[in-house]
């Protein structure tokens, strides 16, 4: 019924023919190409991590080889610098040139000031600075190293001593040395210094002492090792003392002749510090008593008579004076000034330090002892005020001398007179005026004997009148006078 291509037609719709098929399947490609355009392939998503590593390990690896290389560079330099070099000879090319060696002084702090063995102690830093021409080389043939470190023994140095010392164990700390490529060398060396200083206590606690430190080579002469000063005294890491205050810190280059070689000289340098003390402590605990009781002295004479106030007085005075006198010797320096025996050898040990009899005693010393001078004869003049005060009692009459010098004279100059005593004896008096009975002899002998006891308490009166004024100028002109 149906034609053949009817019936082919029919029975294969979807049949798609060959040449058709390869079109779909490069359209196919085309698609999947513009659709991963925009997408990261899978092998580079794997490696991503690794590559942001490997940005940061390449510039370490190339650091980590730069500086074994450069340690090695530094350890080739410091063996060939080190090869067949002699520490005993001095560094320089031609033996007739000196080695400029320079110094600086650091103070670190002040630990003591022995006033006694005449010692200042003291924690110190000396910078040096010299040329070794040994020790040179061309930076760029080492990497650029400009400079190096050796142990201080590895190379030569200056034998500075500290030449005024009084200590034989006096150790320093030795710092490694820092060395240039153009023979520059830089040394520091820590130490506590036991110097000689000779304290002057004559104006303690107000006083100002001068301490030097001198510095020299021990075996090499002025042809050998030139010393200069590198820069002024470093005091910007200094602890302040608590009894010391430095005020002025210099240093000065001299060339000295010893007689132990008199036929060469030798370059030092000596370092002056003026020291000042502080004066808080004396002032309060010492000046102030000092002062306190100096001026309480004269009062003793206006105390009154007839009770045991004076004498009290007196030893209380006394004692007061022994205890802050005391005080003051526990604090006050004991300074026996100490002399140097003749040549170099005089530096070498306290032994060789001989001591003066010449003894100075602070001024505020010799107001101590006129303290207790004056306090003790203001204590013996009382005991005599007082027995003249106990004459009244017997009733006698005063010398004639006595009378006219002291109750005419004195008495009108001090304003004391004997009416200010008549009514004190009558009422002391055992037999009265007004039981006298009417007896006119008796009455006239009665007050006889009472004019006479009054007299003798003038007396006394003004003998402490006087006696006050007369230590008041005198605590005035010890006080001035100091």
């Known amino acids: 019924m149906y034609s053949a291509d009817a019936i082919n037609t029919t029975e294969t719709p979807n049949v798609v023919p060959k040449s058709n098929s390869a079109a779909v399947k490069l359209a196919h490609l085309e698609n999947l190409v513009t659709e991963c355009r925009g997408c990261t392939p899978l092998i580079f998503i794997m490696f991503r991590p690794i590559k942001a590593v490997g940005i940061y390990l390449v510039p370490v690896a190339l650091l980590l080889i730069s ?21 005993n000879v001095r560094p320089v090319l031609n033996h007739s040139h000196s080695v400029d060696v320079k110094l600086k002084l650091t103070v670190r702090s002040i630990i003591d000031l022995d006033g006694e063995m005449q010692v200042l102690t003291m924690y110190n830093g000396v910078n040096y600075k010299w040329y070794d021409e040994y ?21 030569w140095h200056p034998d500075i001593q500290l030449f005024n010392n009084m200590d034989k164990s006096n150790d320093a700390i030795d710092t490694l040395v ?19 200083c000779a304290e002057d206590v004559g104006n303690f606690p107000y006083d100002t002492q001068t301490c030097k430190l001198t510095f020299g080579s ?6 050998e090792i030139s010393l200069g000063i590198l820069a002024p005294v470093d005091l910007n890491g200094y602890v302040p003392s608590g009894e010391f205050e430095i005020t002025n810190a210099t240093g000065v280059v001299h060339r000295t002749i010893f007689e132990c070689c008199p036929d060469v000289a030798y370059t030092v340098v000596t370092y002056t510090l003026e020291l000042k003390r502080r004066t808080d402590h004396a002032t309060h605990f010492i000046m102030s008593p000092c002062i306190i009781c100096s001026l309480l002295i004269p009062f ?9 106030d004076k004498i009290l007085y007196g030893i209380g005075q006394l004692i007061a004076n022994v205890l802050v ?29 001989k001591v003066t009899n010449t003894v100075k005693f602070s001024f505020l010393g010799i107001l101590f002892m006129v303290n207790l001078v004056l306090t003790g004869l203001a204590l013996v003049f009382t005991v005599a005020t007082i027995g003249v005060w ?50 006119t002899e008796r009455d006239a002998e009665r007050a006889g004997k009472l004019t006479a006891a009054a007299e003798w308490c003038q007396l006394a009166a003004i003998l402490d009148r006087m006696l006050f004024v007369l230590f008041s100028v005198l605590v005035i002109i010890t006080a001035i006078a100091q």
């Open 390 to 439: 106990k004459r009244s009692q017997k009733k006698k009459p005063v010398p004639g001398f006595l009378r006219t010098v002291f109750l005419g004279i004195c008495g009108r100059v001090c304003f004391v007179h004997c009416d200010d005593f008549l009514l004190d004896v009558e009422a002391d008096s055992q037999s009265p005026l007004e039981e006298s009975n009417g007896s």
């Open 178 to 196: 820092y060395a240039y490529s153009d023979g520059r060398v830089y040394h520091t060396s820590h130490m506590v210094t036991k110097s000689n």
């Open 218 to 223: 021990w075996t090499y002469h002025q042809h």
């Open 325 to 353: 006198f005391g005080e003051f010797e526990a604090i006050v320096p004991h300074a026996y000034p100490r002399v140097p025996t003749k040549g170099l050898k005089s530096y070498s040990s306290p032994d060789q330090y």
């Open 67 to 87: 500086s074994i290389r450069g340690d090695d560079l530094e350890r080739m330099l410091h063996d060939k610098l080190l090869t067949n070099y002699n520490t």
């Open 135 to 155: 020790l040179r080389w061309n930076a760029s043939d080492y990497g650029e190293i400009e400079s190096i470190r050796f142990r201080a023994d590895q190379i």
């Open 300 to 308: 003793i004479f206006l105390l009154p008579h007839g009770t045991n």
